[in-house]
C-alpha cells in the first residue's frame, strides 16, 4: 500500500474510532484502533518518508485526527507536534483530554510511541 492510502486509512480509522466512542459502541471503536494502529506501524516502518508522510495530518479538518498524528510524530517533530496538542488540550472533552495525556506523558518520559 502507498503512503498516501496509509494516511487515508490512518485518518479515516480515527475519525471513525471516535465517533464509535461518541455512540458508545466501544468495540467497533477498537476495531477501528487496530486499523490505524496497522496503518501507522506501516507508516513508521517506512522510516522518515512515512513519518514526513504521516505530517499532512497535523492540518488535518479534524482534531481528533491531528491530535492522533501529533501524538505519533512528538519524537520526530516535536516542536510542530507540541503546538497541535497545546492548540487541542485547550478545549473540553475526550480530545482536548487525550492530547493533555500524551503532553503530560512526554513530559514525564513515558510516551513511546514512535521510539525511533
Do not use: C, S
Amino acid at each position: 500500500m502507498d503512503l498516501e492510502k496509509l494516511i487515508e486509512q490512518f485518518a479515516l480509522n480515527v475519525a471513525a474510532q471516535t465517533e464509535a466512542i461518541f455512540r458508545g459502541d466501544a468495540r467497533t471503536g477498537n476495531r477501528h484502533a487496530k486499523k490505524y494502529g496497522v496503518a501507522v506501524d506501516t507508516l513508521l516502518a517506512h522510516g522518515n518518508e512515512g513519518r514526513d508522510a504521516l505530517l499532512v495530518l497535523l492540518k488535518h479538518e479534524r482534531m481528533d485526527v491531528r491530535v492522533m498524528a501529533a501524538a505519533h510524530l512528538l519524537r520526530y517533530r516535536t516542536a510542530e507536534a507540541r503546538a497541535v496538542l497545546e492548540e487541542a488540550a485547550k478545549g473540553k472533552g475526550l480530545i482536548p483530554f487525550e492530547a493533555k495525556q500524551t503532553l503530560k506523558h512526554w513530559e514525564e518520559g513515558t510516551w513511546a510511541l514512535d521510539p525511533g
